[in-house]
Structures are given as structure tokens and as C-alpha cells.
């Protein structure tokens, strides 16, 4: 088993805290600390979809689900299936960080990627999670070794992101069984999955989930969707014609259906960030063999500072989703501390709901810029079907859709913050109160800092206090009533976001130097330039939520308490962003992984 950071002697951070406690870099997970076993499991996966998967792109393009279905074999065959699940049921049970290490490299091909997930993520896992001993026995290991591939049911053309609002119904029977009826629609892996997670309406009433196989009489695909991009993968809607359901099939309780599905998505949520980040290092890396080798004005695009500029800031971006996705990672595994039952490993992850959606918005919109500006790299070569950029750009619009779309998501991260401040979890109103009286007073002497990066620790205090700030006059302006401030939510988000993001990006770049790691300075730079400009965007934000919630002298005297807290003095990032960029121009790769 791969070793996790469960040894680490420092107390974990629990899901949300860190917006209100200091993180010590010793302690936070980082790619740098991945272990020979975590990195031979990684190679295993590249190998697999370079050799494998990406020369018959093509083909799976062409829909054929037989070679889809032979990759699966083929993933199966790798373990590649098993990470989160028990030797008994034909798992390996390794920890998240390789979990998370498996998903980011399955993202080389989008299109399998979906397919890679819908079976591992959104199969494998509620089986292993809500399902029963014999449910557990008799399809978990065909799960795992690819025979069997899976699929999950829970949209309906009228409830997507409304779930709960499903059509699809089930009716009780005298022995026990049930008989389902509805339409599931833009199933991934729906045109040959052999299993489905299906969720439908006991009685009309009870949202539950059910193990529903192709081979019950009722069950059919509908066509597959026309889609703008993951066309090697199967989308298409479920028909369900009076399916007689063993009562055995039934999955978790009549009723709970929403924990299964919440919780499934929400790890997948996770795992999706995992995705977008591998996505993105495959693009830097294109961006950069592309800058290098074309040339206009009789020198490589790549000497042009427009140029350095995108790909410093494409590697930046990629920097701190990494650095947040290995340092959630670790603090999950940290958690659970190789319990790997699936009641620890349901409480665990709803613990870190909060980050699971950090990961999957600033995941997927990272990827979505850094993909833009590998079409815009390759010019007019970025917009034809010769070059992998415009299938990737096409790829990964549905990230920012699927899983819970960056909406729902937005609103998910302050909403569950704030239920969190009610139950005296985070304390938000206490923080920001004493906040109050830290601007109202005179200003505080700042110790002396001489560590690495202690002016951008220094940005991240204060990026914590704009937040909390301007959090904690949302829930008293509003109260309960928040959840309907959608616009304020919206900001509050993207501060909580960037919070994340860039002490994530920080507390990695301290620990590169903290190891005397020899490009210890690369990292550096990448956290700076984050900070930078996640200063810019968290001033804007603050600045437009408590327009919303205040005008007059009482917004004056807020926008005052914010130039107070927010005293960030930008830097000169293009000289970072052309160190970035040059190294990874010389290296064609993006330089951290
Ligand atoms: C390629 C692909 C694969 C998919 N795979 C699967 C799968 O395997 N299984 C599965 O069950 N589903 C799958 N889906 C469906 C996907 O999960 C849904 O499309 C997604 O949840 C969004 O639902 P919707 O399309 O109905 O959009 P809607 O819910 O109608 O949303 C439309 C817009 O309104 C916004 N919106 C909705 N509600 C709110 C609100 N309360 N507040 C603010 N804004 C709101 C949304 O953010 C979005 O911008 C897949 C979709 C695609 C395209």
C-alpha cells in the first residue's frame, strides 16, 4: 500500500478550516512528496493512455465501443479500477493521493478520461460505498477487472441540476421488487455500460437508487448525443420500460438516494479537479513545443513577451489547482488515516465537500483558459483538426457543466461554509467580528517575517481577513436569507476560491525552499504571480459584493476597512512569468510535474 501523509505528526486541518487557522508547510501534501510507489502507479497510467488509448483515438471517436470496451479490460487488468477499494472485493486500496494521481493522468485523453470515471468514480464507488454485502460481492469485482462497465443514471432532461426533481419512478411490489420507469438522459457510458446506477422516485415520492443491468427486461439506450467535444465517449439518454427490479438491487435506503448521489459526486467532484489539472500539463507542454518551434519575424514565437506572458501565466494557473488538489489530498488521506471502510470514507469526504468543489470549479476553469490560450499559441493551426489543441478546447467545455455545473458548485462552497459557521464548525461571525475590532483599531506591528515568501504569506493573511470580512457582513446583512443572494454568493466564492488557491500555491512554493529544492525558485514565481493577481481579483470581488449590500457612508466606510486589510503591493510579474515560461519552453513540459 502506498504510504499516505498519516504519519505526519502535525494536526490535520479540518475540511474549511483553513480560512480561519495558519497551515504549516511541513505538513501540507504536495506533488514534491509523491513516493517511488505513487510515482510508479502514475507511470503505469501514462503508459496505458499514450500506448494504448490515445493511438486509437480515432476509432474511439468513431464510437467504437468495443475498443472502448477492451480499454476498460485493459484499465482493469492494470488495477487502475481498484485504488479506492478493498483486496477482498479484487481492489488494491491505495490512498487518495493516488487516486488523485490516477485521475490526473487518465485526463491525457478526455474522451476515455469520461469513460475512465463514469466506471471508477461514478460505478465503483457508490457499489463500494452504499451497497450491500452480497451487491458489494457480486459486482465489484467485475467492476474492477473491466468485465462489467458501469454507468450513472441521475439526470433527466427536466432535472439536471435539480436532481431531486426526477421523474423517474418506481413502483413498489407485493414481493418486495420494483418496477421502474422513466428517462435518464446524457449518460456517460450509456451506449454499452452493463450496469446503472439509476436513480428514480419510489412511488413517485421517495428519491432512491437502485443497480439496474442492461439485461433486465425494459432497459435501453437511446441514441448518442451530437456533442461538441468527448465524442470517444458514449453520451446517451437511458430508457426505462417497466424494469422489474430485484428487491435485492436496491441501493443504500428507500429515500436516502440523495446521499448516494451527493456523495458520489462530490468525490467525483474531487476527481475531476484531478482531471483538469493533468489536462492542463498535457496543453502547457504542447503550448511550449508549439511556441518553440514556430517562427514569425524570423524568431520562435516563443521569444515574443505576448507569448511569455500566456504560457508564465498558463503554468501558474496549473500551479496552484495542482498544489491544491494534492494538499486537499493529503489532508483527506491524513483523515482517514487507512481506515478505508466506507463509513470513514463517507464522513471524511463529506468533510471536505468544501474543497471537492474548490477543485472541480478552479480545476475546470483553469483548464478552460490555459486550453483557450494553447488554440490561441497555435494560431491559425489552433482552430484545424491537424493539431490536439482544438480537440482538447472542445473536450473540456463540459467540465464546468457535469458533476454539478460551476454554478452549483459556487454556490455549494459559502453555502456549506455558513452552515458550517451555524454549527460553531467554523466560527465565521466570531472571526469576523474580531476582525471588526482589528480595523477599528490602531494598526497591529507585524513581527518580522524573514522566511520564504513572507510577503505573499503576509497576502494570504490578508486575503483570509477580506474574505471573513466581507462573509461575515453577508450573514448579518442577510441571515438566513443569504441563500438567495446569489450575486453575493457568487463573490464570496470566488474570494473563498482564490483563498484556497493561492495558499495552496504558497504553502508548496515555502516547502520547495524550506527542501532546498534546486528549482525552489520556479516555484517561487509560480506562487507569486498567483498571488499577484488573485490580489486583483479578490479586491474586485469584495469590492462588488459589498456594493450589493451597502451604499452610501456605510459602503465608504467598508471599502476603507478593505484598502486597510488588503494592502497588497503588486509586483513585476512579467519577469516571473518569462522566467516560467522560458524553462518551460526549454524543457517543452510544463517544469513542476
Ligand atoms: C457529456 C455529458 C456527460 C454527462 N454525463 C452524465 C452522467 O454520466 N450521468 C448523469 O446523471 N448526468 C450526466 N450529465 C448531465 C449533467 O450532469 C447535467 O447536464 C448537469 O448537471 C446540468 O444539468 P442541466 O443540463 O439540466 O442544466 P440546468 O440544470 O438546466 O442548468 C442550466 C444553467 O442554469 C444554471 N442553474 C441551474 N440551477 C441553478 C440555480 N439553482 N441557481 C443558479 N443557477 C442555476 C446552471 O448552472 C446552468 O448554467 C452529462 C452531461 C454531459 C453534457
Known amino acids: 500500500m502506498a504510504s499516505s501523509p498519516a504519519s505526519s505528526p502535525a494536526p490535520v486541518l479540518r475540511g474549511g478550516a483553513w480560512l480561519l487557522e495558519p497551515s504549516d508547510p511541513a505538513s501540507v501534501f504536495t506533488p514534491e512528496r509523491l513516493t517511488e510507489e505513487h510515482r510508479l502507479i502514475g507511470r503505469t497510467a501514462v503508459e496505458f493512455v499514450d500506448n494504448e488509448v490515445l493511438p486509437q483515438l480515432d476509432r474511439l471517436e468513431q464510437k467504437d465501443w468495443t475498443l472502448a470496451r477492451d480499454l476498460v479490460r485493459r484499465c482493469g487488468e492494470l488495477g487502475l479500477f481498484g485504488v479506492d ?6 481492489g488494491v486500496e491505495l490512498d487518495k493521493v493516488t487516486s488523485l494521481l490516477v485521475s490526473e493522468k487518465m485526463a491525457r485523453s478526455a474522451s476515455f478520461g469520461a469513460t475512465f470515471g463514469g466506471q471508477a468514480n461514478l460505478t465503483v464507488l457508490p457499489v463500494f460505498l452504499f451497497g450491500t454485502e452480497a451487491q458489494k460481492q457480486k459486482y465489484l469485482p467485475k467492476l474492477l477487472s473491466g468485465e462489467m462497465v458501469g454507468a450513472y443514471a ?15 419512478r418506481a413502483t413498489r411490489q407485493s414481493d418486495g421488487s420494483f418496477v421502474l420507469s422513466g428517462e435518464k438522459m446524457w449518460i456517460t457510458n450509456g ?78 467532484r474531487f476527481k475531476l479537479g484531478g482531471m483538469c489539472s493533468g489536462g492542463a500539463q498535457v496543453a502547457i507542454a504542447e503550448a511550449a513545443r508549439y511556441a518553440a518551434e514556430r517562427k514569425q519575424f524570423g524568431q520562435p514565437i516563443a521569444a515574443f513577451g505576448a507569448i511569455r506572458h500566456k504560457i508564465g501565466e498558463m503554468v501558474a494557473r496549473a500551479y496552484a489547482v495542482e498544489s491544491l488538489m494534492y494538499r486537499t489530498a493529503g489532508l483527506i488521506d491524513a483523515r482517514i488515516g487507512g481506515d478505508h471502510t466506507p463509513a470513514t470514507a463517507l464522513a471524511v469526504l463529506e468533510e471536505y465537500a468544501i474543497e471537492a468543489s474548490i477543485a472541480k470549479v478552479a480545476g475546470s476553469e483553469m483548464l478552460d483558459y490555459v486550453l483557450d490560450e494553447n488554440v490561441q499559441i497555435h494560431g491559425g493551426n489552433g482552430f484545424v483538426k491537424d493539431y490536439p489543441a482544438e480537440r482538447h478546447f472542445r473536450d473540456a467545455r463540459v467540465n464546468r457543466i457535469f458533476e454539478g455545473t460551476n454554478e452549483i458548485n459556487r454556490l455549494l462552497i459559502p453555502g456549506m461554509f455558513a452552515r458550517r459557521a451555524v454549527k460553531g464548525d467554523v466560527p465565521i461571525i466570531a472571526a469576523a467580528k474580531a476582525l471588526q475590532d482589528e480595523i477599528l483599531g490602531p494598526p497591529a506591528l507585524a513581527a518580522p517575517d524573514e522566511t520564504a515568501l513572507a510577503d505573499e504569506r503576509r497576502a494570504v493573511d490578508a486575503f483570509k481577513k477580506t474574505a471573513l470580512m466581507v462573509f461575515g457582513l453577508a450573514m448579518q446583512t442577510y441571515g438566513a436569507k443569504l441563500a438567495d443572494e446569489q450575486e453575493v454568493l457568487m463573490h464570496l466564492a470566488d474570494m473563498l476560491i482564490d483563498v484556497y488557491s493561492a495558499e495552496s500555491a504558497v504553502l508548496r512554493a515555502r516547502a520547495a525552499a524550506d527542501a532546498r529544492a534546486s528549482n525552489a525558485s520556479l516555484h517561487a514565481d509560480a506562487a507569486r504571480v498567483f498571488v499577484n493577481d488573485a490580489a486583483m481579483r479578490i479586491d474586485a470581488s469584495a469590492k462588488q459584493a459589498l456594493a450589493v449590500m451597502a451604499g452610501g457612508d456605510a459602503l465608504r466606510t467598508m471599502l476603507a476597512a478593505l484598502r486597510r486589510l488588503l494592502k497588497v503591493t503588486p509586483i513585476n510579474t512579467a519577469a516571473l512569468r518569462r522566467r516560467l515560461a522560458d524553462e518551460t519552453v526549454s524543457r517543452r513540459a510544463y517544469i513542476f510535474s
Open 154 to 168: 441521475l439526470s433527466e432532461s427536466g432535472s439536471g441540476s435539480d436532481a431531486l426533481g426526477a421523474k423517474a
Open 191 to 268: 451506449g454499452f455500460a452493463d450496469l446503472f446506477v439509476v436513480f428514480a422516485k419510489v412511488d413517485g415520492e421517495q428519491f432512491t437508487a437502485f443497480l439496474v443491468e442492461r439485461a433486465f427486461p425494459g432497459v435501453s439506450s437511446g441514441k448518442e448525443e451530437h456533442k461538441m467535444g468527448l465524442h470517444g465517449s458514449s453520451t446517451t439518454p437511458i430508457l426505462l420500460q417497466d424494469v422489474k427490479v430485484p428487491a435485492g438491487n436496491l441501493l443504500g435506503e428507500i429515500g436516502k438516494g440523495h446521499k448516494v448521489a451527493f456523495n458520489v459526486l462530490n468525490f467525483g
Open 85 to 90: 477499494v478493498p483486496e477482498a472485493y479484487g
